[in-house]
């Protein structure tokens, strides 16, 4: 079994990095509490002995090379630590901190693996600063090309590749370099299915689509006192359109669908001024790639006829756009076979959130395994296990890593 | 006649103030930009040697005293030259810059006033920056405390009266020393009414009520993907709502009630997080009080029933709230008959904008003067009066001024 009182300490002590000054939680990718986050584990990756490589995008590997595996591809544990504004502490950083524990686990026990086994810690997962999310693993998937990624502006108008450089995380080693036997990713659920159905272990077979667009309404600036209802192209007000359009579709249809408006400037944003213009993000995510297709559709024919009736123009930019997966089948089932073997429940399920294991889904089998969220929530400080859940998700890590490194 | 190409050449001056690098023009109550412009003004001021006084609250005066008038009553003409952001050049500007061209073109013909003639120009009249608008017009006629307005809080999280200090603008003359005899203000319309009407001079017989809230609803930041939409507490998507309910009930009812949002911040404003918070703005207007108070009402009451329905906790600020004002009839008959005697076409009207002369009805007779807007934009870098329109303007309120002071 895993050393809960380190797994739990390193996970408590990385939640203390990157605090702000009304105490909230936030290390936004290639940020200095991000540099203060990645040298913290770093620190942790050189201690339990592991070689280290950070590629080109900022990706963090720790790789454990034992005698008898020359030549064989790695078994890679991984997810990010990067967080989004305000955030909890397990999001990501659970993943990657297991991902260690169970290494040095399997080394202080003797345990000779027949193939290296590896922990990621990937670039900017969240997408709040940079989008797309799940950035360095879609890299070192070859999803993107990494120049294009280094040129990412962010919403502060950094630019990605020079930030990474700043805060000393511009590795110089190619992205996909290690080519994994199978790719294993454990998180918490950050939705509120394996807590209402009281089980312990989720074994994620896919992941849900997920569609962001960012949108810019242009209208006419004019005075809110003198201009008559009739006459105004009200940017704000076509933008609330939007978002009620929008919640009500995806409220009213009986399918998993939803949709979120998270991020809403206006201009001028003055009280008495009819807003010119408003830029907001819209997230929109299914599991069924027809439905998805089909609710994008539905929202470009809404928003041409919104302009026409308000008067107003609309632009829509692509943020990010990726299809369902499908997670490998057998490591779901080694998922299975090890909560059962430890009398654990376990769940097979859907993951809401896009995660790293998505993106290597594309050149290795790959699955994940979740633990419970309180009350379903995450994105927020408020996000909890408990921590003999936490525990329990990591001994599964740990048989299913022993399982295919065995 | 009024010099018009002097009176042209200072509006387009001062209009040149405080431009900021994209061009748009910026110039807040007690910004720097704003120090600039009243610079400038009390220069032109000191030239037609005026005597000049600066109160507490920042309020610019420029006094003609004749040998003849002394102990009377002084005549006051003025406006404002603070603006909101991504301003026109005329909102304000032009009647205290015809205020001054007034007063010097009765200097250089001889004509010796019965009373002295005074020109204002008031702080913060525009309300961005600092609540409530109209702040140095309505603390002059001891509507509200100086000592109350110079603690107000800034958008950007200034403090007036420091900022007053800092730009050289906090004078020692009591608010409220000069007591005028009459109050007449010149103004653009920033409506469509005179331009649709084809009337180059309205006689405003009064104002609509204005009624300014902030509104800030709480709920639950959670994730993006993984919440259902039935276990949301959103507080962006409850904002979009009260947005699209004002804007249905002042568009859908057949009273020149308009309702407007022009500010808006989500909270932690990230793009796979459901907002916890949004905090707007909301102006009402109506020129009956009874229907405003009834809208007042029931915006409350629907945010009542939108907290319970969407698991939100929603709280109230009043910003500013000023009852509809009537003004001085008899000025309003001396405008009309300046307008026929010049052979201009006039209209009574209303005024949907807040003006400085809405707090000076409450301590002298007071009435306004209004111009065509074309294309009834304003607050709007496109705010456009004719040049030939806005002689025409000044024309009036100098045979106004003759008549009420000679
Ligand atoms: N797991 C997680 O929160 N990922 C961020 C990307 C997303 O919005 O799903
Ligand atoms: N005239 C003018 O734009 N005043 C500002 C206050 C208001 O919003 O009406």
Redesign the interface.
């Known amino acids: 079994a895993v050393d809960a009182r380190r797994l739990l300490g390193r996970i408590r002590e990385l939640g203390a990095v990157g605090r702000d000054s009304e105490g909230r939680l936030i290390r936004l990718a290639a940020s200095d509490t991000d540099r203060q986050g990645r040298d913290l584990l770093v620190g942790w990756l050189r201690q339990a002995g592991l070689d280290i490589a950070i590629d080109r995008v900022g990706n963090i590997f720790g790789i454990w090379q034992s005698p008898d595996d020359a030549g064989q591809a790695p078994l890679l544990v991984g997810s990010h630590i990067d967080t ?3 955030a909890g502490i397990y999001d990501g950083c659970y993943g990657v901190l297991a991902g260690l524990e169970v290494i040095e686990t399997l080394k202080a026990s003797g345990f000779s693996p027949s193939r290296p086994v590896a922990v990621a810690a990937f670039t900017n997962e ?3 600063r940079y ?1 797309p ?1 799940m950035m360095g693993s879609l890299v070192h998937a070859g999803g993107i090309c990494v120049d294009t990624v280094l040129a990412a502006l962010g919403t502060d108008g950094s630019v990605l590749g020079q930030e990474l450089a700043r805060i000393g995380y511009a590795g110089d080693t190619e992205p996909g370099f290690l080519k994994p036997h199978a790719y294993l990713e454990l998180h918490i ?4 299915v394996l807590e209402r159905e009281g089980v312990p272990i989720g074994a994620v077979e896919n992941l ?1 689509g ?1 569609s ?1 667009q960012r949108i810019t309404i242009d209208g ?12 105004r192209s ?1 940017a ?2 076509a ?3 939007v ?2 359009h929008l ?1 009500d579709r ?2 009213g249809s009986n399918t ?21 213009q ?1 830029v907001f ?1 819209v ?1 929109l ?1 299914d599991p069924d790639e027809q439905r998805l297709q089909a609710e994008e559709a539905a929202l470009a024919a809404y928003l041409d006829q919104l302009a026409a009736a308000e008067g107003v123009t609309i632009s829509v930019e692509r ?1 990010a756009r990726f299809e369902p997966v499908i997670f490998d089948i057998r490591i779901v089932e080694r998922i299975e076979a090890a909560a059962k073997n430890r009398g654990l429940g376990v769940k097979r399920m859907t ?4 995660h790293d294991a998505q993106m290597m889904a594309r050149i290795t089998p790959a699955a994940m395994i979740f633990v419970p ?1 309180a009350g ?5 400080p408020r996000e909890h296990t408990e921590d003999a859940e936490l525990v329990a998700g990591a001994n599964i890590l740990l048989d299913v890593v022993t399982d295919l490194a065995k």
Do not use: C, Y
């Open positions: 989004v504004i305000d969240e997408g709040v989008t999310d659920e950050q939705g509120p849900q997920i962001w006419v600036a004019n005075h809110a006192g003198t201009t008559p209802m009739s006459m009200d704000g007000h933008a609330a359109r978002i009620t919640h995806a409220k998993p669908m939803v949709a979120t408006v998270g991020t809403m400037r206006f201009e001028p944003n003055a009280i008495n001024v009819i807003p010119s408003a993000t997230d995510r943020l993951s809401g959130a896009g969220s379903g929530i995450s994105h927020n």
